[in-house]
Structures are given as structure tokens and as C-alpha cells.
């Protein structure tokens, strides 16, 4: 990136649709005399007036290389050929200010041409939509507007809503806002595929059909990390995975960690027949209860301890993998009294929270790899 990119273009107005280009300019480095007028220029003139020089500059707040349907090798034919000269994808970044972001799209040449400018206030997460994937009984209401750009900011479309709490998408085709969606509680992250829209919110995530942006599913067990990433997610091509709340046995899948605080095979046998054993005997509680009595060497306080041990502590480091074709409408839970419909994985990961997850580069099924990669990230704390 070069400097009249971080320069010259944040100070001008939104442009919703782009426009400017910025032609790519020789990296040079100053002599020890150039670096030494530079100094005086700088730091002598603050000396005697005791004020310091405003700085011109913005300052970038975060940056990233976003994949998107422009630079996805699958859909453009021109990209195929491996020996081309000058058909190589061109990298998109995303840039965001204190006052806003902008996308640029640079090819091979290093002539950055802006995508998208706007600027009304800090923007805490954004993401470039890729086309949807739909059927015959399935259309895109959103075809003429796309590509879509997702972005949380400060302050919403509708002015009255509290921080980070909508997300608003607007067309990079028209720079017109096409959707925007509301919640009550502050946003931290989006994430997305051809089939959903992932709104992050903290112990909570928030699934959109990629189509319609009507809710499909949402979670609410999630377990609350202390960060960096307040809600760790990984969304791949059909899976999602997040970090749980607690570990259900019924549903505890094969692999993962297990360390001093995980049970074994042998201990969760063990721990089932207890359970049973403790239900056959509240069975005999509510029995004898109807009669008004008692069983021998029973107390009203066992009964109260039974019933709060149900309320079961937070658990960190617990991961579920859920297919987002098949999970159900409405919340995803995962209880002893639910199904394992759309539940792919429910395992234990690290005996830490939880801070950051993936799933590897393709996230893709296939018959040499049929089953994507998934990799885990704790906090030392």
C-alpha cells in the first residue's frame, strides 16, 4: 500500500460507489541528510512555539484482504489460465478509519481503484457479501443491487438505534442502502458464505438466509470469552462453529481435548449411571411426595440440592459444529432433552476459553478431505 493511499484519499467525502484511482508510486528511502531536514522541519518549529503540528494523516485503525466474488477464481473465467500475464485476481482491502472505511480493489499493475467510501462515524466490522446460493424453489431478492457490503457502525441507518446495534447493507453496484437490520444488544462481528449471514453478538449469534436476509436460526448458548474476540466463530462453506457454554454428554462426539478437568470414557459411564440412579430416586421422591411421605433417610434439603444441581456452571473451552443446511428454524439447542438434528460435532477443545477459531483454507467438502479442519485457540488465562 502505498502512502498516497493512506494519505490523500480519507480525506475526501463518502462515495458509496468509488471512483478515485490511485496509480502505484516507487518505494524510495531517505538519505541521512533528507532524514535529518526532515527532523528539523518536524520536531524544531514545536520547540519554539510550544504547540504541536496538527497531523494530516488519518490513522488506520484496522485493515484486512477481503475474498469476494470480483477476485474468486471459480467465477471468473479470465483468472483459469496459470501462465497469464496480467489476469491475476486483484487483492480487495478493506481499510477502516475513526470516521469510516473504504474498499479498494488492486491488481497486479498496483493501480488501486477505490470501490466504496463512506463516512459517518467509526465502523466496527464490514464484510463484501459473495453471491447466494439458491434453487428452483429459492430466488435472490437482491440480484440488481449485488455485490452487497455488510457493515456495523456507529451510528445506524436509522439514527435512534444505540451503537453497533444494526447492520446495514448497501449495494457497491447503485451505493444505495438496500437492508438494513436491527438489534437490540451491540454487534462484534459479521461473518458470511453463499448460503448465511452471521451477525456476532455476544453469547448470542444470529443467522440470515443469504437470499432474503429473513432469520433462519440463532444461538444462545454461546460462552462469554473475555477477548480478544468477545464471541469466536468459524464459518466455512456449510458448517459453523462456535464456542458453547457448557458439554452435554448425549451429544459429546469423538475427539478433543481431554485434560484434568475432562471425564473419560469410563468416568461419563460411570457419571450416566449416577444420573440414572439419582433419577429413579426422584421418581420415588414425587411418588412418595403424592402420599405425603418420604422414603427413609431422605431429606426436603437432598431434594432442593437435586434440583439445583440441574443449573449447571459455565464450561469453557466446549466447541459445537452445526450444518447450517440442516439445523431446524428458530433457536439451535443443545440440551439432553433435544435432538442432534444439524449437530455435526459437540466436543471439548481446551479447558481454557475458547478466544479464536477456523476452519481451513478451502472449508470445502470433498472426496480426498470430506470433513474440513477445524483449528482452536485458547487464552492463556
Given at each position: ?119 459517518h462515524g467509526p465502523i466496527r466490522a464490514a464484510r463484501i457479501l459473495p453471491a447466494p446460493q439458491f434453487g428452483a424453489q429459492k430466488c435472490d431478492n437482491f440480484a440488481e443491487k449485488r455485490p452487497l457490503l455488510g457493515v456495523c457502525k456507529s451510528i445506524g441507518s436509522s ?223
Amino acid at each position: 500500500m502505498n502512502e498516497a493511499m493512506a494519505t490523500d484519499s480519507p480525506r475526501r467525502p463518502s462515495r458509496c460507489t468509488g471512483g478515485v484511482v490511485v496509480r502505484p508510486q516507487a518505494v524510495t528511502e531517505q538519505s541521512y541528510m533528507e532524514s535529518v531536514v526532515t527532523f528539523l522541519q518536524d520536531v524544531v518549529p514545536q520547540a519554539y512555539s510550544g504547540t504541536p503540528l496538527t497531523e494530516e494523516k488519518e490513522k488506520i485503525v484496522w485493515v484486512r484482504f477481503e475474498n469476494a466474488d470480483l477476485n474468486d477464481t471459480s467465477r471468473n473465467l479470465e483468472f483459469h489460465e496459470i501462465h497469464s500475464t496480467g489476469n491475476e485476481p486483484p487483492l480487495l482491502i478493506m481499510i477502516g478509519y475513526s470516521d469510516g472505511m473504504q474498499v479498494w480493489s488492486v491488481p497486479i499493475s498496483g493501480e488501486a481503484q477505490e470501490l466504496f467510501s463512506v463516512r459517518h462515524g467509526p465502523i466496527r466490522a464490514a464484510r463484501i457479501l459473495p453471491a447466494p446460493q439458491f434453487g428452483a424453489q429459492k430466488c435472490d431478492n437482491f440480484a440488481e443491487k449485488r455485490p452487497l457490503l455488510g457493515v456495523c457502525k456507529s451510528i445506524g441507518s436509522s439514527g435512534t438505534s444505540p451503537p453497533y446495534c444494526c447492520v446495514d447493507l448497501y449495494s457497491l453496484r447503485t451505493g444505495e442502502m438496500v437492508k438494513s437490520i436491527q438489534f437490540k444488544t451491540p454487534i462484534y462481528d459479521l461473518h458470511c458464505n453463499k448460503r448465511i449471514l452471521v451477525v456476532v453478538l455476544q453469547e448470542k449469534i444470529a443467522a440470515f438466509d443469504s437470499c432474503t436476509f429473513t432469520k433462519k436460526f440463532f444461538v444462545t448458548s454461546c460462552y462469554p470469552c473475555p477477548g480478544p474476540n468477545m464471541n469466536p466463530i468459524a464459518l466455512g462453506s456449510r458448517w459453523l462453529a462456535y464456542a458453547e457454554n457448557k458439554l452435554i454428554r448425549c451429544h459429546q462426539s469423538r475427539g478433543g481435548a481431554c485434560g484434568d478437568n475432562i471425564q473419560s470414557y469410563t468416568a461419563t459411564v460411570i457419571s450416566a449411571a449416577k444420573t440414572l440412579k439419582s433419577g429413579l430416586t426422584m421418581v420415588g421422591k414425587v411418588v412418595t411426595q403424592l402420599t405425603g411421605t418420604l422414603p427413609s433417610g431422605v431429606t426436603e434439603d437432598d431434594v432442593a440440592i437435586h434440583s439445583n444441581s440441574r443449573r449447571s456452571p459455565l464450561v469453557p473451552g466446549i466447541i459445537t459444529v452445526i450444518d447450517t443446511e440442516t439445523v431446524g428454524e428458530g433457536q439451535v439447542l443443545v440440551s439432553e432433552d433435544s435432538d442432534s438434528d444439524g449437530i455435526v460435532a459437540h466436543f471439548p477443545a481446551h479447558e481454557k476459553p475458547v478466544c479464536c477459531m477456523a476452519f481451513n483454507t478451502s472449508g470445502k467438502f470433498s472426496l480426498s478431505h470430506p470433513f474440513p479442519l477445524l483449528f482452536v485457540f485458547s487464552n492463556k488465562e
